[in-house]
T-cell receptor, first 115, second 109 residues
Framework: DGGITQSPKYLFRKEGQNVTLSCEQN?????MYWYRQDPGQGLRLIYY???????QKGDIAEGYSVSREKKESFPLTVTSAQKNPTAFYLC??????????????FGPGTRLTVL | QKEVEQNSGPLSVPEGAIASLNCTYS??????FFWYRQYSGKSPELIMS????GDKEDGRFTAQLNKASQYVSLLIRDSQPSDSATYLC?????????FGSGTKLNVKP
């Protein structure tokens, strides 16, 4: 059963704590993305990666870090430097970075709450 | 600034009617356009992709693309209460996807 999995579904963080959100895909997609969605708002790009061992900052990268050591995995760390991390985090993937059939699919999301 | 403009709604239509959702975009270079449906508390689900001018139909959904006027629209025929959700338009260029803020659709029984 192909798809994108994210874990955990819900995550609670204390002030000053780093947390890591998992994202795995078995679609053999080259590109992976992390977005943040606040209530009633659109999607904002945090980081994206086109190939293994390479990634680029999106529009709101401050306070976040990522790694891309394997094609199927793209974990996101929310650091203590992110002052307002409570949000819905969405991981996505697409086939390639070129034009054409580059549909993007989303995982189920992780809802992060700061206590 | 690459932008996507959507009317946030809510757009209310009666059951069985046609719902029309519109989106304008700022970058003429894009070649790929998408519509996503997002239910409350869930992740976005891809429902339509369109790459060339004209109409593309899939069941009750029709996507329309006009690159000269820089707009893309989604028509939902025979709207059902289960279609009530937020619809996001998106376009792709230079390795990134750009999303509108979404239009909330309410289909009233």
């Amino acid at each position: 059963d192909g798809g994108i999995t994210q874990s955990p579904k819900y995550l609670f963080r204390k002030e000053g704590q780093n947390v890591t959100l998992s994202c795995e895909q078995n679609l053999n997609h080259d590109a992976m993305y992390w977005y943040r969605q606040d209530p009633g708002q659109g999607l904002r790009l945090i980081y994206y990666s086109q190939i293994v061992n390479d990634f680029q900052k999106g529009d709101i990268a401050e306070g976040y870090s990522v790694s891309r050591e394997k094609k199927e995995s793209f974990p996101l760390t929310v650091t203590s430097a992110q002052k307002n991390p409570t949000a819905f985090y969405l991981c996505a993937s697409s086939i390639s970075s070129g034009q054409g059939n580059n549909e993007q699919f989303f995982g189920p999301g992780t809802r992060l709450t700061v206590l | 600034q690459k932008e996507v403009e959507q009317n946030s709604g809510p757009l209310s239509v009666p059951e069985g009617a046609i719902a029309s959702l519109n989106c304008t975009y700022s970058d003429r270079g894009s070649q790929s356009f998408f519509w996503y449906r997002q239910y409350s508390g869930k992740s976005p689900e891809l429902i339509m992709s369109i790459y060339s001018n004209g109409d593309k139909e899939d069941g009750r959904f029709t996507a329309q693309l006009n690159k000269a006027s820089q707009y893309v629209s989604l028509l939902i025929r025979d709207s059902q209460p289960s279609d009530s959700a937020t619809y996001l338009c998106a376009w792709y260029n230079f390795n990134k996807f750009y999303f509108g803020s979404g239009t909330k659709l309410n289909v009233k029984p």
